[in-house]
């Protein structure tokens, strides 16, 4: 099954602007940290920062720039497979829906190239966001599988210094209020 290249890009444009709602909505709950440390033993991502809470984030690699080439994980043998953790559900989407990009393991890249497939991915695997690091030669670019917060330093803060994990499931909406409310006297 074929699809047209305008196709693709009808069915991505809408899903690019749900990624950077995602990413906003990251930021606001969490804050806009100085530091980032990708390991790649654990394939998480932690940022760090001395007055913000410690965020960890588990993720999945979804594919690299190197140049004006993109290519998809699943294709990388040099990304180790708990790296690239439901990947294969991209290509086999892409192989249902008829959509090409998402089947070849090495594509013409731009600029928006590996946003534009990060964030098909997110969709496709319901991401809590994304993330691109600079590499050597290009970009990794990686989808949010869960987030925990993993604590502060700050000993200024009303009740004292309060350590702990918060993990956020998949499928958590982080643009929508809940409604709770923690209290730290309970």
Known sequence: MATCDDCFDEFVHPLVHAGMEKNEAFERRYGR???????????????????????????????T???????????????????????????????????????????????????????VTEHILSALGAYRFPTERGFCYLIYRNIEEI????????????????????GLDLTESTGEVWDAER
């Open 33 to 63: 940290h100085a530091h980032w440390d990708w390991d790649d033993t654990s394939s998480t991502l932690t940022f760090s920062d001395p007055k913000l809470t410690t965020v960890r984030v588990h993720c999945s690699v979804v594919g």
């Open 65 to 119: 720039t190197e140049g004006d080439t993109w290519q998809w994980s699943w294709a990388n043998k040099n990304i180790p497979p708990y790296s690239k953790l439901d990947m294969d559900k991209v290509r086999d989407f892409g192989e249902t829906n008829g959509y090409e990009k998402l089947t070849t393991s090495f594509l013409e890249a731009d600029d928006y190239t590996g946003w534009e497939m990060t964030a």
């Open 151 to 170: 604590g502060t330093e700050k000993v200024s803060d009303l009740h004292g210094s309060m350590r702990g994990t918060v993990t956020i499931p998949p």
